[in-house]
């Protein structure tokens, strides 16, 4: 089991920067692809970025551009930049891991581990 917790949610302004962290303990090795998700009031949770064992990564296409994920050497802490953020963009941020394959990684359903979120508000 791998445990994961979420820092660096705050308010900026549209235009403005945000960086989250998410710092990875436990079972690290286990783990192969590791996940930005977010969910709005009323909405549901929808997959953001995606970083593979192998560096690659994915995203959402409405981040595409403005957000980038990244892992530190170790795989211990997973990072979100977002850039240009926009209103749209308020949620409360969550990162998941999962071991196996990462071909349908916007699917919550299949990952074991998540992170307790952290807040992102964005005014126009």
């Known amino acids: 089991q791998v445990q994961l917790v979420e820092s660096g949610g705050g308010s900026v302004q549209a235009g403005g920067s945000l960086s989250l962290s998410c710092a990875a303990s436990?079972?690290?090795?286990?783990?192969?692809?590791m996940g930005w998700f977010r969910q709005a009031p009323g909405k549901g949770r929808e997959g953001v970025a995606l970083?593979?064992?192998?560096?690659?990564?994915r995203y959402q296409d409405s981040v595409k551009g403005r957000f980038t994920i990244s892992q530190d050497n170790a795989k211990n802490t997973l990072f979100l930049q977002m850039n240009s953020l926009k209103p749209e963009d308020t949620s409360t941020y969550y990162c998941?891991?999962?071991?196996?394959?990462?071909?349908?990684?916007?699917?919550?359903?299949?990952?074991?581990?998540w992170g307790q979120g952290t807040q992102v508000t964005v005014s126009s």
């Open positions: 970083i593979d064992s192998d560096g690659s990564t």
């Open positions: 436990g079972y690290i090795a286990s783990t192969s692809c």
């Open positions: 998941a891991a999962k071991a196996g394959d990462c071909s349908y990684w916007t699917a919550q359903g299949v990952y074991a581990s």
